[in-house]
């Protein structure tokens, strides 16, 4: 039970160039979230899918696009990248049930150059 | 006002002693409340969920919930130096599927 996991951990991107983040949960969680988290600026929400086929923005979703390709994988794209997507992401999954508990990956860690 | 606010710290207290972190919500509709324990340069960790007002407690963490007053606590007893991060509060709010963060209060356990 692998829990949240994000690849890649490290990313070097120049101006211009496009990625995507990948993000993957086994824990049958209906919910996933995508953060960003910049030093003084506490964790923001970029993009969420509160269900496989849906999509909603955070509050900072502009540059970024996602995917919720199914239950378990929600991906991250960044078209364009500019410096100050410089950042680090993280990925999370939610249960929807009981507990209603929030769990995140380990994160990547962007530079864009 | 925000929605959910902490004290950005730093909290010092000496070793052993008992470090006592505070969040305040505006929503009061909120109904699950979450503190995340986040290390220098890793995710955020989940250390306690709480839902009905009073106290919970988990090992050395307590977490006390106040809706009347829309306070929630992290107590954390017999402090260690490993205990020292960056403490987040997280709020959910009734029918909603995003938790509302705080930014965290930073803890620094001295030997």
């Known amino acids: 039970n692998a829990g949240v996991t994000q690849t890649p951990k490290f990313q070097v991107l120049k101006t211009g160039q496009s990625m995507t983040l990948q993000c993957a949960q086994d824990?049958?969680?209906?919910?996933m979230y995508w953060y960003r988290q910049d030093p003084g600026m506490g964790l923001r929400l970029i993009y969420y899918s509160a269900s496989e086929g849906t999509t909603d923005k955070g509050e900072v979703p502009n540059g970024y696009n996602v995917s919720r390709l199914n239950k378990r994988e929600f991906s991250l794209r960044l078209e364009s990248a500019a410096p100050s997507q410089t950042s680090v992401y993280f990925c999370a999954s939610r249960g929807t049930s009981g507990y209603n508990e929030q769990f995140f990956g380990p994160g990547t860690r962007l530079t864009v150059l | 006002q925000k929605e959910v606010e902490q004290n950005s710290g730093p909290l010092s207290v000496p070793e052993g002693a008992i470090a006592s972190l505070n969040c305040t919500y505006s929503d009061r509709v909120s109904q699950s409340f979450f503190w995340y324990r986040q290390y220098s340069g890793k995710s955020p960790e989940l250390i306690m969920s709480?839902?009905?007002?009073g106290d919970k407690e988990d090992g050395r963490f307590t977490a006390q919930l106040n809706k009347a007053s829309q306070y929630v606590s992290l107590l954390i007893r017999d402090s260690q130096p490993s205990d020292s991060a960056t403490y987040l509060c997280?709020?959910?709010?009734?029918?909603?599927?995003?938790?509302?963060f705080g930014t965290g209060t930073r803890l620094q356990v001295f030997p």
């Open positions: 997280a709020v959910l709010s009734y029918n909603t599927d995003k938790l509302i």
């Open positions: 824990m049958n969680h209906n919910s």
């Open positions: 709480i839902y009905s007002n």
